[in-house]
Each structure stands twice: as structure tokens, then as C-alpha cells.
Nanobody, 125 residues
Framework: VQLQASGGGLVQAGGSLRLSCAASGRTFSRYAMAWFRQAPGKEREFVAAVSWGAGNTLYADSVKGRFTISRDNAKNTVYLQMNGLKSEDTAIYYC???????????????????WGQGTLVTVSS
């Protein structure tokens, strides 16, 4: 699985952005997908995950109620809708695909074997 993230940019606090992650390969629908982020000077952290069948989602407490993860298996794409952005959301956002098929999604980096190149989100206050 190869992943290509896009949609990052500069936005004012309180604004919205939608990130996309396009995946190659016919088996995209079998993998749980997730978004992680890494702020300057900090370790990479979990943001959100969606199960292979899109029936289950998982969010970090810091984004719950503001961000929504979704997937369109017909388009081999996973999305992260980000509303109510804050300056602390500034980071490089990475999409990831699970190492195992038919998983429900996890907040642990070790559960993901495939990573996109990242897209930069900058929130100005």
C-alpha cells in the first residue's frame, strides 16, 4: 500500500481544513487507516483511526468533537475533516495504513506499517 496525503495549508484559528490520503492497491478496503501528527519539537502522536469497514472510529481526546475521520473505499481515500482549528493543531499530518488486514484501528504507531509523506497544517492565532 502506498499513501499520498494532501490538503494541508495555512488557516486561521477557528477555521477548517480537510485532509485527504489517497492509497494505491486494490486491497485498501481491508486495512484500518489512521492519521497521526507531529508538531515542531514534539513526538508524533495519534489523531484518529477508522476501521477497515468504517464502522468504528477512534479519536485522540484533544481532537474529539472537532475532527472527523472517514473513508471512501470506492475512491481508495481516507479523509480527516478538521473544524475549530487551534494553534496547537499546527503539525505535519501523516496518514497510515494498518499492518494487518481487517483490523479495527488503533492509536499505537506500531500497528501501522504503511505511511504517507505528510502534509503540513499551520494554524495562525
Amino acid at each position: 500500500v502506498q499513501l499520498q496525503a494532501s490538503g494541508g495549508g495555512l488557516v486561521q484559528a477557528g477555521g477548517s481544513l480537510r485532509l485527504s490520503c489517497a492509497a494505491s492497491g486494490r486491497t485498501f478496503s481491508r486495512y484500518a487507516m489512521a492519521w497521526f501528527r507531529q508538531a515542531p519539537g514534539k513526538e508524533r502522536e495519534f489523531v484518529a483511526a477508522v476501521s477497515w469497514g468504517a464502522g468504528n472510529t477512534l479519536y485522540a481526546d484533544s481532537v474529539k468533537g472537532r475532527f472527523t475521520i472517514s473513508r471512501d473505499n470506492a475512491k481508495n481515500t481516507v479523509y480527516l475533516q478538521m473544524n475549530g482549528l487551534k494553534s496547537e493543531d499546527t503539525a505535519i499530518y501523516y496518514c497510515a495504513a494498518a499492518a494487518e488486514i481487517y483490523s479495527t484501528g488503533s492509536s499505537y504507531e506500531s500497528r501501522y506499517a504503511y505511511w504517507g509523506q505528510g502534509t503540513l497544517v499551520t494554524v495562525s492565532s
